[in-house]
């Protein structure tokens, strides 16, 4: 191995100091210098050295004086949400969104497109359009954009470039960031392609709106209800569970029904064929192009309406069992247009799982589950996150 000449160890020791810093505000704001020293390991010369560096350059700002119980007062230190912007955008089956973030996270600006996706060409158009929408919002105007991240319907090759199989487009092989790079223009270096629930998982552990990231070892599970289903898999807070290939979290065409109903994927008797959105429509008979809640709401005492429901909710609760005894997640968030359908879907698949748990363990501790029915940006705002990352753990900074 070649050693690090004396300025490139330089480089790197400033390089991880920055990040280690960084990372530390992510987790917890308000924390002093000399906080930061002792959650991060390092000296406080090299945190002061540091931190008046990122104030500098717009990456963290100054509060109000801290009285702690030990030494000197110090200022309490925040990711600055003035100076950058983070953008994330979704390619659905059905539409096309994107955001705009702070660097806490917080949604600065938001733009959906309501229609079927076409091909990767006109999505490409209509993704740039909105991207376009969010960046002249007065909000964001003028910011620093560091980068776009954009979730995809479908596993993501190793190395976030190639999206493997949109089985709900009939999308494959397809690098979507080389088709969307003519359309889209003063959106930063950073570049991002994640299947969707993915995305969604990792903004939730990594930036949540409601709660402090998960710091912990477990795994976060987002389960993604939509046209499709998925699953998105976030180790330790920050570690995204992908598998060898690409697959892990495919939870949609796990088996339930051997013999079942005939998926999109070329088997029988996966999750989708009962919950996926597009099964809902086939079984009952509903318009592709009309959205499911709006298409179902009117029907939703018919019986036949709630036999489909109580199906999809039984795959649901099964699913959940299945999730928890091989993974074991400490959170587990549902989102996606299935969780708004109302009637049994939801409390039938709840009803299950937790009278597992209760049969099975009694001691164990409870599974959080989350329901978010507005969970339409997640996967833009997971993808803005993953942007986040990214830059924090660049050898070169933005300013
Ligand atoms: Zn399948």
Known sequence: MTPLSPSGDQGYLKHLNRAAILDALRREGGLSRAELAARTGRTKVTVGSVVQELLGTGWLHEGELQHGTVGRPGRQLYLDRRRHVLLGAEVGV??????ACDLTGQVLAREALHHPTGSPESAARDLAALVQSVLAHPEVQGRTVL??????????????QTLLHAPNLGWTQLN???????????VGSLRVLENE?????????YLPVQSPP??????????????GVGAGLVEGGRRVLRGAHGLAGELGHTVIQPGGLYCHCGNRG?????????????????????PLEAALLPRVREAAVQITLSRAGEALGLLLVNLHHTLNPSVVVIG??????????MDTALDFFNAHLARRSGNAPPVRVDVRPDSLYLPARGAAAQ?????????????
């Open 336 to 345: 996606g247009a299935v969780t708004r359908l109302g009637g049994p879907l």
């Open 270 to 290: 996966c999750v989708e064929t009962l919950l996926g959105g597009w099964a809902i429509r086939a079984s009952l008979g509903l318009n592709a192009l009309e």
């Open 147 to 160: 980068g776009l991240g954009v979730a995809v319907p479908g596993p993501v090759a190793q190395g976030g």
């Open 176 to 186: 979507f960031l080389e088709v969307l790079a003519p359309h889209v223009d003063g």
């Open 214 to 227: 998960d710091t912990g070892a477990g795994v976060l599970a987002y389960l993604s209800l939509g046209t």
């Open 94 to 99: 059905l539409g096309v969104r994107a955001v």
């Open 197 to 205: 629930a993915n995305a969604a998982a990792f903004g939730e552990a």
């Open 387 to 399: 942007v986040l990352e990214r830059a924090i753990n660049a050898p070169e900074l933005s300013a």
